[in-house]
């Protein structure tokens, strides 16, 4: 028992901690111009595109040959996209909405915060990956990898809140928002290191990070939907690019 509740420390350390105080920008947004919240909306997007780019070859690879695992990854990616696009339409949310300038302020701000949601679940389930990882790693005694993992996950999972609040830096919030924001977004990293460590396989790796990566291209979409416009390419790109390079030098920490 307390091996286990150490593997769920680890967890904490990694992945919930760091998305929160990944999160702490959100204050500091709020009182910049608008002009530059969309920079940061693009970085978001840049972001979550490495991170999909990150999930799906970790599902690829994880499926290995034609067989259940493939068929998993499947499963997963088509269920990580078609959830959330089906609970969006029955709550009539979507970006769509966002862009719309004649729409109830009232529903701009619920597709922004689905949005927001979004983006912590794909995180949370990327994050889970990432959990199993360091639980399997600490169930066969490698402590040294054990370690590397944390702290190189850590570090890269600080970037994340930052991802997370960008679609709703603009908007009134209260504090359980964020935390539930945070709490979607880190703490799937415990539950995955919590059952890396008890019984950790390939099939279960496959799975996860395909609707990690499902979820996350459906906020793709929607993000691209709203940073792009013709008048501010060039930032939308420039925020992607510097989004993406963030992800990459955070990353190295992850294999060095």
Do not use: C
Request: glycine share 12%.
């Amino acid at each position: 028992m307390a091996s286990l509740l150490f593997a769920a420390a680890l967890g904490a350390v990694a992945g919930l901690v760091p998305v929160y105080l990944g999160l702490v920008p959100l204050w500091f947004m709020r009182r910049i111009p608008e002009s530059w919240r969309s920079l940061v909306v693009s970085i978001s997007l840049g972001i979550l595109l490495f991170l999909f780019v990150e999930v799906t070859g970790e599902g690829v690879q994880l499926a290995g040959s034609p067989g259940l695992n493939s068929l998993l990854f499947v499963v997963g990616l088509a269920t990580g996209v078609f959830a959330p696009l089906f609970a969006a339409r029955r709550g009539r949310v979507d970006a769509v909405t966002i862009l719309d300038r004649a729409g109830v302020a009232g529903e701009r701000e619920k597709a922004r915060f689905f949005t927001a949601y979004m983006i912590a679940v794909g995180i949370g389930m990327h994050n889970l990956g990432e959990g199993l990882a360091i639980g399997a790693a600490y169930s066969a005694g490698e402590l040294a990898l054990t370690s590397v993992l944390v702290v190189g996950f850590a570090l890269h999972n600080g970037t994340e809140g930052f991802g997370i609040v960008a679609p709703v830096a603009s908007l009134p919030l209260r504090m359980k928002e964020p935390l539930a924001m945070g709490f979607l977004a880190g703490f799937p990293t415990i539950l995955g290191s919590m059952i890396g460590f008890v019984a950790y396989s390939q099939a279960i790796g496959s799975l996860f990070f395909s609707v990690a990566g499902g979820a996350l291209l459906y906020v793709i979409v929607q993000l691209v939907r709203l940073a792009y416009m013709a008048s501010r390419a060039e930032r939308t790109f420039l925020g992607v690019v510097l989004g993406m390079i963030l992800m990459y030098l955070t990353g190295i920490l992850v294999s060095m």
